[in-house]
Nanobody, 117 residues
Framework: QEQVVESGGGLVEAGGSLRLSCVAS????????LAWSRQVPGKEREFVAR????????NYAGDVKGRFTITNDNAKNTVFLDMKSLNPEDTAIYYC??????????WGQGTQVTLSS
């Protein structure tokens, strides 16, 4: 069964850092890109960052650029989102999405990130 599983969310103080992880399986899954999005209750899900699995090129939403970094470990089908200088506006459920080379995109269940002021 194809799936992605996020981890690493939690409660962090404003100004702090956090690393999210996302593992795509099965290991044989051929990935085109992996992306992070986030959603606050009552609002639409918004794009955060994306990495191209083959080229390694990345792009970011404007409000996280310079604070968040997306990287991947191809050997482990894992993508990371390193977040620093977190602020209360970063509180959200963070979702990972894998776009396989063939087939439909695969969304994870999300991991909660909560900032304490």
């Amino acid at each position: 069964q194809e799936q992605v599983v996020e981890s690493g969310g939690g409660l962090v103080e404003a100004g702090g850092s956090l690393r999210l992880s996302c593992v795509a399986s099965p290991r044989s899954l051929s990935i085109a890109d992996l992306a992070w999005s986030r959603q606050v209750p009552g609002k639409e899900r918004e794009f955060v960052a994306r990495i191209n699995w083959i080229s390694g090129s990345t792009n970011y939403a404007g409000d996280v650029k310079g604070r968040f970094t997306i990287t991947n470990d191809n050997a482990k089908n894992t993508v990371f989102l390193d977040m620093k200088s977190l602020n209360p506006e970063d509180t959200a459920i963070y979702y990972c999405k894998a776009q396989p080379l063939f087939g439909r995109e695969i969304w994870g269940q999300g991991t909660q990130v909560t900032l304490s002021s």
